[in-house]
């Protein structure tokens, strides 16, 4: 039986090892929450990475320098969100649109994201004579997460 | 017209119910022409779903807009190639297109083996067309692509709208345009060895019939799975402009995961052809690796994990779920059931041997199999354990993957050189001696060099070890044929190859993967620089110097579009002219990016146009260097080509003989026993 104690230990190291480094770091976690969610999380909801969607408010978008402020809102709920990314921001990212936003809340209350993915809102509507535009998949300007 | 595709769907959904019933009974209760009828009915399928996609593809190409799908999915001005593709550019259309591709290869697997099999085939005949039906049931009655867009009871005119949706502008790419159907061909083939094992299990077939059986087309149904995976990185490099080939997006973990399996198994079932071992864990790879097609299909279908590519939530995840479930759970019971037959005709002698390195390559290819599939599903699993939907980022990715490839790696080149059953410390030192020193010398050079990064050393390390082991087995076994039949080498070497393709075909794909690594190696070592440019401004990366000569609009039916023209320098020198773009497609109001890219051996210039600056003045120019990413490329169409010559047959088969009949003299004495 002495190599297959062998096969055994070394299968373990290999196994181990993997799961070692699975659960290493907690910096890779985000969490998805809505603005409601974000808002009854209380105090766990500073430091954490969250993502958090909701419709970017018609109007609320303001540049200065290199921020870009908006007001993500879901139902009545609002959210304010300062980005300072460096890439620019989608171009499917306007007023209305839906948008995804990454990043830590701060103790103000505003949110800081790194990374912002957004998606026309827009559905598809069958009307004839008058299309809407069409319902289209996220763009993936935002992302630069790669290998 | 969309009454006859209706129609026609509906019919191979009841000629799929007739192919099982008809093939299993037949079988049960021997009646020849009950099986026969059901493998005609395997045809009707086939010419069934061709009519409904031919009327599909029809539509598509003379803009129908009285089809809903047409509607969504096409627009006038989209180029010909595009309203093809279309075909499978959407949910509806996918899923149809899937239910082709398997009522082709049904149609393809009855037809090659009518002759043979006679046992075997009305059990595959059965799963495939139990498979069908499970897809026919999604086209006929979740996501039928028939149906028509309507006003007060009556379906609209075909040309009462004015437009279409259009394609996603990002499919509205050549790559892109194929790249879908190769990874479906890989998607959907799996399910026929998969039938074949599960036929096997049924009639409790001795040996590996369905592995010989199979063994071409799971090789080619790797080939179009891996291609695909190739073509999405290459899409995802020249057409979404982050600059990166792969983001472990669910999506394209979904379509990395039978690719995982498919590797193991391809690996794990030449233990069960040289040593009758692993049957057992070979059923086992195969099911797994079809399932995760099928899981493959639902995730980019489905929209159960967040993802770019998952076009809509919708209903159709419990379908899918439920099929798997009820799937899984037969495999099992077959599995179990017929455990006896399944045994192990040798064991495992020594930790340094051939067979070890199967098991180790298997253990390793599952375990990222595991954990790619784990990260996948976290955001679902974490919401059902703790409530939080937690998603985990490229990061957690790749701290796992990359010490799994790097394992991966250097098993590639030193499984291959193992001895069957032990190997010797004599033979070790020969095969490795050389190559291990010339490896170490070279991680010593490139310290020397000023290059610290821990896992870049290790993967040129073994990449250069990997690949002399493979020139040393071409160059030896090639100088002996030199040497007998006065060949000059290179023509020894070919014809060594075409001797044994199996075996030297095998080292080429392995060449293949060591050039992917040198180009993911490059990646730590990734320059990027964002500016925002007028014309006449200068911005620098690398050692490259950029100067935006010129800022454009121009206007097509299909998009608008910003281009930037960037004179790229070096030491003062000119070297060319860059021009990406940035492009608005009207129909869908997306936006896209034409990057312009500089591709060398050594490194690639990639220029970006993020867009325009807040005042509207300047253009966004993000600017990177790539070291070394072509060898993905490059190593993609060596594992290509090496595919295909395992494909060939081989011309000496003496080879295999020695090696089958030992195998069998074995069998027969455990027989015996």
Redesign the interface.
Same mark, same amino acid.
């Given at each position: 039986m002495r190599?297959?104690g062998?096969?055994a230990a070394?299968?373990a190291i290999?196994?181990g090892?993997?799961v070692w480094?699975?659960m290493?770091?907690t910096?890779?976690?985000?969490?998805?929450k809505t603005i409601s969610e974000l808002g009854q999380m209380g105090d766990k909801a500073y430091g954490q990475r969250i993502?958090v969607g909701g419709d970017v408010a018609v109007g609320s978008i303001q540049?200065s320098g290199h921020e870009v402020l908006f007001v993500l809102s879901q139902d009545n709920l609002k959210l304010k969100v300062a980005y300072a990314g460096?890439?620019?921001?989608?171009?499917?990212f306007k007023d209305g649109a839906q948008a995804l936003a990454d990043g830590r809340l701060d103790r103000n209350g505003v949110f800081h994201a790194t990374k912002i993915?957004a998606k026309?809102a827009s559905k598809?509507e069958?009307k &004839? $004579? @008058?299309?809407a &535009? $069409? @319902?289209?998949? &996220?763009?993936?300007?935002g992302?630069?997460?790669?290998? | 017209m969309e009454n006859l595709g209706s129609l026609a769907i509906l019919l191979a959904f009841a000629a799929a119910i007739y192919a099982v019933v008809a093939s299993v009974a037949g079988r049960v209760k021997r009646k020849p022409f009950l099986i026969v009828s059901g493998q005609r009915a395997v045809y009707s399928i086939w010419v069934l779903i061709t009519l409904a996609s031919g009327i599909l593809v029809y539509s598509l190409l003379t803009s129908n807009f009285s089809f809903a799908y047409v509607a969504e999915h096409s627009n006038r001005d989209l180029p010909v190639l595009y309203k093809f593709a279309a075909w499978w550019g959407g949910q509806e259309g996918s899923l149809l297109f899937w239910s082709w591709l398997l009522s082709t290869y049904s149609a393809v697997v009855v037809f090659t083996n009518r002759r043979k099999h006679r046992d075997l085939m009305p059990w595959v005949v059965g799963v495939l067309a139990t498979v069908q039906t499970f897809f026919l049931i999604l086209n006929n009655f979740i996501a039928n692509p028939f149906q028509m867009l309507a006003q007060e009871g009556r379906v609209l005119a075909a040309d009462a709208l004015r437009d279409g949706n259009g394609l996603s502008p990002l499919l509205q790419y050549p790559a892109m345009a194929i790249h879908p159907p190769m990874l479906y061909l890989g998607y959907v083939g799996f399910a026929v060895p998969f039938a074949f094992a599960i036929g096997s299990l049924i009639t409790r077939q001795p040996g590996d019939a369905w592995i010989h059986t199979t063994r071409r087309w799971t090789l080619v149904t790797w080939l179009f799975q891996g291609t695909g995976i190739i073509l999405g990185a290459a899409w995802a490099y020249h057409v979404l402009g982050w600059g990166g080939y792969w983001g472990w997006d669910p999506v394209e973990n979904a379509s990395l995961l039978p690719w995982l399996s498919g590797t193991a198994f391809i690996h794990s079932v030449m233990m069960q052809e040289k040593k009758g071992m692993m049957k057992v864990w070979n059923i086992v790879l195969v099911s797994a690796t079809f399932f995760l097609c099928i899981l493959g299909t639902f995730l980019t279908r489905s929209g159960v994990v967040q993802s770019v590519h998952a076009f809509a939530r919708s209903e159709i995840g419990k379908y899918f779920v439920s099929f798997l479930v009820l799937a899984i759970a037969g495999t099992i019971y077959l599995i179990l059931d017929r455990l006896d037959y399944l045994k192990s005709e040798s064991q495992l002698e020594s930790v340094i041997s051939r067979e070890s390195s199967f098991l180790f390559n298997n253990l390793i290819l599952l375990a990222s199999c595991f954990a790619v599939l784990w990260g996948t599903l976290f955001p679902v699993i974490s919401a059902l354990t703790t409530g939080d939907q937690i998603s985990l980022d490229a990061e957690w990715y790749n701290r796992l993957m990359v010490p799994i490839g790097l394992f991966l790696l250097f098993l590639t080149g030193v499984g291959p050189l193992f001895a069957w059953r032990r190997t010797s410390t004599e033979s070790l030192r020969r095969n490795f001696q050389w190559p291990g020193i010339a490896s170490v010398v070279l991680v010593g050079a490139l310290i020397a060099a000023g290059i610290r990064n821990f896992y870049a050393l290790i993967s040129f390390g073994f990449c250069l070890f990997v690949a002399l082991t493979v020139i040393v087995e071409f160059y030896k076994g090639g100088r002996s044929i030199a040497a007998k039949n006065n060949f000059n080498l290179l023509h020894a070497m070919v014809e060594l190859t075409h001797r044994n393709t199996r075996r030297y075909g095998g080292y080429l794909v392995h060449m293949g993967i060591v050039l992917m690594f040198i180009g993911f190696t490059g990646h730590a070592f990734n320059q990027n620089e964002v500016k925002e440019l007028n014309i006449g401004d200068t911005m620098r990366i690398g050692s490259y110097e950029l100067k935006m000569t010129n800022l454009e609009e121009g206007d097509t039916p299909n998009y608008s579009s910003h281009t930037a023209t960037m004179a790229v320098y070096k030491n003062g020198e000119y070297l060319t002219t860059l021009r990406p773009e940035k492009r608005f497609y009207k129909a869908s109001r997306q936006g896209t990016s034409e990057v312009g890219i500089r591709q060398r051996p050594n490194q690639d210039l990639y220029l970006n146009f993020g867009g325009m600056s807040d005042d509207n003045q300047r253009a966004v120019i993000q600017a990177y260097v790539f070291p070394l990413v072509s060898w993905i490329w490059i190593g993609g169409l060596v594992l290509i080509g090496g595919t295909l010559v395992c494909l060939v047959p081989s011309k000496v088969k003496m080879q295999y003989a020695r090696t089958e009949v030992v195998g069998i003299t074995k069998k027969h004495a455990i027989v015996q026993k």
């Open positions: 190599k297959y062998k096969f070394l299968i290999v196994i090892t993997l480094l699975a290493a770091g910096e890779s976690k985000t969490y998805y993502r540049r460096i890439d620019p921001l989608p171009d499917t993915q026309c598809y069958a &004839p $004579g @008058q299309l &535009p $069409g @319902q289209a998949a &996220p763009v993936n300007n992302k630069r997460t790669s290998i | -």
